[in-house]
């Protein structure tokens, strides 16, 4: 079975390629969500496996897209870091395996075949924080998560705009509503809820 790999680390795609095993096959590799969806308009594969911290129009945006266009290639979610909130957004979009990188090879492949299937598969450490933890963030619509998700990565409202395909007042406003139903009024304070969240890192000084 032919999979698209989504990954912007060459180690990683390379450790992927090796660990699939028969039947699936990494049939092409892309390093951001871009040049996947394209390659996607003239190719064919039966899963797509994406990272969600990626360049570019990241993982999330990627999935939005795989799932509008290509309904019909199952995705899974193979990223170091996959928080609570995001998990459970995921799979409200229709994503029904979610697995972290620590698994190893056999349960990746475990994965891929639940995936050709069509069935839910979570990894131990997802499956956990998807069970134990609530957010405040499970408040927010789809688009008010991406909104606040692109800004934070350090994207302008013009660029996220562009991405969203919406208009630069929009974007304004999906954040204002994101930012009332949070309880936080400046920047500051969403900059340190991000860091809450997991959204962003500390950068050491």
């Known amino acids: 079975m032919d999979i698209l790999l989504i990954e912007d680390h060459a180690v990683v795609a390379e450790g992927i390629k090796t660990s ?8 092409h590799w892309a ?6 969806l ?26 939005r897209r795989l799932r509008r266009h290509f309904p019909q290639v199952a995705i899974v979610v193979f990223s170091s870091v996959v928080e609570a909130p995001v ?14 990188k620590a698994i190893a090879s056999d349960e990746l492949q475990q994965a891929l075949a639940c995936a050709a299937e069509h069935k839910p598969y979570l990894s131990r450490c997802v499956a956990q924080a998807q069970l134990l933890t609530q957010s ?4 927010l619509t789809q688009r008010e998560y ?26 304004s406003t999906y954040r204002q ?5 949070l309880g936080l009024e400046t920047d500051l304070e969403l900059a340190k809820f991000a860091l809450q969240q997991g959204w962003i890192e500390a950068t050491p000084v």
């Open 146 to 171: 991406q909104v606040l998700n692109y800004l934070m990565t350090g994207m302008r409202h013009r660029e996220v705009a562009e991405q969203l395909f919406i208009s630069h007042k929009t974007v």
């Open 177 to 181: 509503r994101a930012m009332d139903k």
């Open 136 to 139: 405040p963030v499970d408040c």
């Open 38 to 63: 394209a390659w996607l308009q003239s190719h064919r594969a039966r899963i797509a496996i994406v990272d969600l911290k990626m360049p570019g129009i990241g993982g999330v945006e990627t999935i």
């Open 31 to 36: 390093r951001d969500g871009e040049s996947g």
């Open 20 to 27: 699939v095993g028969e039947p699936f096959q990494v049939c």
């Open 87 to 100: 998990a459970r957004w995921l799979m409200q979009q229709g994503v029904r395996v979610i697995v972290d």
